[in-house]
């Protein structure tokens, strides 16, 4: 049963955790600040993790042809960023975007008004400028 909770990336882990899911990186993106984005092709979606301290703390999720994501999309999205014993609940965000929180409070999904991108991040995570 452990081995069927660890098959699915999540905010919190390592690298190789990160590479048992989406398989190895595609493209190393550099480092900006403290954070260091490497990028990942898994199933339909682009992926973009950004690392602090070699810890997944925000992943980005698109299509290879930035085409918008379908409702469908994002609950795969959502399914798969799941901690064992979480849910998701939809909240407010800011003009057109959509936001949810996991309910360990720990995790947070944005889905920007643009409709091409999915975010699911650490609650502390800053995206360096």
Do not use: C
Not at 7 to 33: M, N, P, T, V
Not at 63 to 85: C, F, R, V, W, Y
Request: cysteine-free; overall charge negative.
């Amino acid at each position: 049963m452990i081995l069927a909770g660890t098959g699915f990336a999540r905010i919190g882990d390592d690298q190789k955790q990160i590479e048992s899911r989406y398989g190895q990186a595609g493209k190393d993106l550099g480092e900006h600040g403290n954070v260091h984005e490497i990028g990942y092709v898994w199933e339909p979606f682009l992926v973009v993790v950004s690392y602090v301290n070699g810890i997944s703390e925000r992943e980005g999720f698109t299509k290879p042809d930035t085409s918008p994501m379908t409702d469908q999309n994002i609950k795969d999205i959502l399914s798969i960023s799941t901690a064992e014993g979480t849910t998701w609940q939809e909240g407010q965000a800011n003009g057109g975007d959509k936001m949810w929180s996991r309910s360990d409070k720990k995790v947070v999904a944005i889905f920007p008004s643009i409709g091409k991108f999915v975010f699911v991040q650490d609650i502390n995570f800053v995206q360096p400028k």
